[in-house]
């Protein structure tokens, strides 16, 4: 099970978003490369980055921190991002840089002919954000919920070919209250290819629920808040879901 760290960015910025509020940003960091390296230094096995600019625009807007990112961690761990993807010269200039996944989010549930086009020129490294409320997918940065079943949307791009689903409850992402593990097992029990969860994890208690659900076809989480704000030690989290998984996912909580 990879816990993986967050790092989104806004103006240059490490910070985290209150329900994807822009006005509710909080400064972690003014040196996102360095909190990549912090990271690395505690155990992670892979960096999740967002560069939210990007996704509130439509177009990449954190470039120059995404790259100074990349060079910092070198090829010690895949690197994936996601906001603001919404062509096929912008995924490639990614991959280029030196990313292992893109992440592609709202563009691919308003219109699916590009993700299947990266799919197929991009192979092995397209993964699709699913953001949900209520099992309803949201779009542009959350601000519209569509009439999208999560579950149906998921199974169409997995034909499509995307490497893995990252699934977001928007309504616990930055509130620390916690992952919506159900939700998260019934969309894993539907699809063959791996999911991330993303969204509400907290603590140690959070880690053991998703070890033990982990053979569903978890295969990680993505943290930011918690990590930063210290409720979850994350070289604590990723210790202990290390050891779970040698355990067979034996961390089911009593």
Known sequence: MLIIPAIDLKDGH???????????????????AAMARHWLEQGAKRLHLVDLNGAFAG???NEEAIRAIVEAVGNDVPVQLGGGIRDLDTVERYLDDGLRYVIIGTAAVKNPGFLHDACSAFPGHIIVGLD?????????GWSKVTGHDVIDLARKFEDYGVEAVIYTDIGRDGMLTGVNIEATVNLARALTIPVIASGGITNLDDVRRLCAVEAEGIIGAITG???YQGTLNFAEAQALADQLSEEGGSGAPG
């Open 14 to 32: 490490c910070v985290r978003l209150k329900q994807g509020q822009m006005e509710e940003a909080t400064v972690f960091s003014e040196d996102p």
């Open 59 to 61: 177009k990449p807007r």
């Open 132 to 140: 949900a409320h209520d099992g309803k997918v949201a779009v542009d």
């Open 225 to 227: 808040r918690a990590i």
